[in-house]
Each structure stands twice: as structure tokens, then as C-alpha cells.
């Protein structure tokens, strides 16, 4: 697995570890609507940790970012069949905004997706999540589409991707 460190401040961003998972949910269920089962982070962490990253302060952890990776048509070339990451979620808690975590952790995950070689990375966001928007465009994804009525309380998402060349 490629492991990664890094270090923003006293912020420490990390590969997760089993351990994580319940603050990671605590992290999710704090700041996002969209939750999940425990089985749900196990499997991500199990089959892509190169990509489950965590923020900590002080041993607290505050931030995360998990991913997962399947094969399937390209958000760049037309009819291409290919290997792509999936950002399922990212979040840092409240008070630990605007520090330059969310960058490390999306810095983190492409680092970690590329080292299983895949060939695009991509996300759904909320097209009113206009901070979440311009740092995903701040570090080279771009909108492709548009997912009408994406979200359980009728919000659309826009599907943002980047494409790698190695
Ligand atoms: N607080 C913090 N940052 C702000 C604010 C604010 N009130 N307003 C604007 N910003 C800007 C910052 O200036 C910064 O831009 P810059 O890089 O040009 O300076 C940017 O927002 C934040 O950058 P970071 O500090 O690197 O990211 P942060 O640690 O704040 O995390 C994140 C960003 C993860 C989107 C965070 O806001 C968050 O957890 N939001 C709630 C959950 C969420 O919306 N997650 C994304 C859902 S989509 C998905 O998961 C695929
Ligand atoms: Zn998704």
C-alpha cells in the first residue's frame, strides 16, 4: 500500500486505520446528511486505504476523505472504458475550515489513486456547495455534467472529474 504522511501546522493527514472508523463517522454524521453503515467504511477502508485519509489533531481526529475505484466509461473520452477513482465523501469539521486540510486530504487521495494507477478521479457535489466547488476546481476537476434530482432531498449535483496522464 502507498502510505501517506504529511503535515499541515500541528495537523497530521494520514492513512486511516481500523481504529479511525469511529471517529471518521462521528467526523461524517457531524457535518455532511449524507451518512452511512459501519460495514460501508470497512469495505472502503479494506479495499482502497491507499485512498481513506484522515486529518488529526492532538490524536483527535477532524477530517477525512474515502474513496473507492471501479472500471467503467470515461467522463473524457467518448465511448473509453476506464479505470477511475470515486471521491465518496470529504469532510472537515467546522472549526477546522479554512486551514488548508480539505486541499491536503483531496492532495492526499490523488496521490493515493493514482498509485493504483487509475486514469480519472471523480465526485458529486452539490451545485450549491459553492466552497466545495472551487477547491475541487483550485486542484484541476472540472464539472462534466449535471445529475438532476442526484440528492435524497431533491438537490442536483454537479459530477466533477480529473484526468490523469502518466
Ligand atoms: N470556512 C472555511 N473555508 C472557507 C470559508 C469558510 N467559511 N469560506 C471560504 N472558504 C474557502 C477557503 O478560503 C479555502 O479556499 P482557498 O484554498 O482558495 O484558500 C477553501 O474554502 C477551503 O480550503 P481548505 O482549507 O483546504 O479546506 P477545508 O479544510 O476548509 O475543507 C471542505 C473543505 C471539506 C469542503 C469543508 O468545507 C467541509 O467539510 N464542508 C462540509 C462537508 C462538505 O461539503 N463536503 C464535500 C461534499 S462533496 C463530496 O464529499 C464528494
Ligand atoms: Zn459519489
Redesign the pocket.
Known sequence: MQIISSSIGNYIIRNCKNDDLSSVIDVNVN??P?NYTNYFYETLLTELPEAFLV?EISDKCV?Y?MCTMEYGFSNFKKLGFVKKGH????????N???????????TGALFGIKSKKCDELY????CS?E??V??YE?LGFVVKNMLKTYYKDGEDAYLMAIEFNY
Open positions: 457535518t455532511l449524507e486529518a477530517g476523505i471521491v465518496v465523501s470529504i469532510a472537515v469539521l467546522e477546522h475550515r479554512g486551514r488548508g486540510i480539505g486541499t491536503a486530504l483531496i465526485l458529486e457535489v452539490r456547495n466552497i466545495a472551487k477547491l483550485k
